[in-house]
């Protein structure tokens, strides 16, 4: 197996693990680690592709881990603030229990 | 495969399998720590040095202390109904389950099977910095411009509205 196998294989299983989380979780925090596991795997294949890739003097991959990195964290900030808002809003962060606009 | 990357998965995977699993939101965060120091690790594995240092500051200093404030400010780490887990497990699980064995199975068919011998490239913080202030200065500018209205929209979203605190005082 090469480098690059292990290294998608190990981005394959975060965003996996990321995935079960968002979906099984019902905290709001928790779904929202959930998808920054995601996006931390998909920041992973991009620094394994610009290793291994065939031009890594580019440094297209390192930019763009980056700028995703960037827009991560400003998706984190902007997301536990909304969730803040809505337990002020309703008193609880169970996304079970706010199902005041479901059908 | 080394024996370092390796061991640095297994720090990886422990650290945020942990966090997914575990009741106590506070110990979640403290797993996720784990999980996304050894991401940073792995960069530095890599050859990436500026985005695993970046790594470390963004996810492991900001990302996980403010959910750990959000878990504090939500009373989230006191174990109630909140926590519970939902009717969706079993099917939530068979879903990443069957994702993660189509990317598996994809990169194990579209990758080739020898090991590729490339002299680790060149990724040192000073050519980043070069490359961020010549080649990649405008969307430079333009993430600072995205991160300073996210934050300052972050900020007004979470404030304290009068209107709450005087129903608040009222009850």
Partial sequence: MSPLTGYLLLSAFLFSIGLAGALTRRNAILVLIGIELMLNAANLNFIAFWRYGPHPEALTGVMFAIFSISVAAAEAAVGLSIILAVYRHSRTTNLDQLNSMKG | ?171
């Fill in chain 2, 1 to 171: 495969m080394t024996i370092s990357f390796l061991l640095l998965a297994a720090i990886t995977i422990i650290g945020t399998a942990a966090a997914m699993t575990l009741k106590n939101l506070v110990h979640c965060v403290l797993a996720l720590t784990l999980g996304l120091v050894g991401l940073a690790a792995l960069y530095l594995e890599l050859g990436a040095q500026f985005v695993g240092f970046t790594q470390i500051l963004v996810y492991v200093g900001a990302v996980a202390i403010l959910a750990a404030f959000a878990i504090m400010m939500t009373r989230s780490a006191i174990p109630t109904l909140s926590n519970a887990e939902s009717s969706f497990r079993a099917s939530g699980s068979l879903i990443a389950v069957l994702v993660f064995a189509v990317l598996a199975w994809a990169v194990y068919t579209g990758t080739s099977k020898q090991a590729i011998l490339l002299a680790p490239p060149e990724g040192s913080v000073a050519q980043v910095g070069s490359a961020l202030m010549h080649h990649f200065v405008l969307p430079l500018e333009v993430i600072g411009l995205l991160l300073t209205a996210a934050l300052v929209g972050a900020a007004i979203v979470a404030m304290d509205e009068p209107r709450a605190k005087q129903t608040r005082g009222r009850q």
